[in-house]
């Protein structure tokens, strides 16, 4: 069983920056993909950012040069740093982890950004 448990969420104005973090635990190996996705109202979950065991990283294009994700496999921790946040980037943000086998999915956090 894998647990993901998120924090770093809030209420920020535009052009605020939040850093959101999720720690891994349970039984997994190091090969996977860790990332984050994001829900607004009225909307389907979308892809935000995957990050790799091997830091290959991949950026919905609306996110491109002001989030950031990274991972400390040692902690077994995934972050995105997000920066020049928007209003229309206020969603709950869930972490997911995927490796053969398994898709795991965090319990979301909510970021709100006020214009």
């Known amino acids: 069983q894998v647990q993901l448990v998120e924090s770093g969420g809030g209420l920020v104005q535009a052009g605020g920056s939040l850093r959101l973090s999720c720690v891994a635990s349970?039984?997994?190996?190091?090969?996977?993909?860790m990332g984050w996705y994001r829900q607004a109202p009225g909307k389907q979950r979308e892809l935000v950012a995957t990050?790799?065991?091997?830091?290959?990283?991949n950026y919905v294009d609306s996110v491109k040069g002001r989030f950031t994700i990274s991972r400390d496999g040692a902690k077994n921790t995934v972050y995105l740093q997000m920066n020049s946040l928007k209003h229309e980037d206020t969603a709950v943000y869930y972490c997911?982890?995927?490796?053969?086998?398994?898709?795991?999915w965090g319990q979301g956090t909510q970021v709100t950004v006020s214009s």
């Open positions: 997911n982890l995927r490796e053969v086998g398994l898709n795991s």
């Open positions: 349970g039984s997994i190996s190091s090969f996977n993909v």
């Open positions: 990050i790799t065991r091997t830091k290959n990283t």
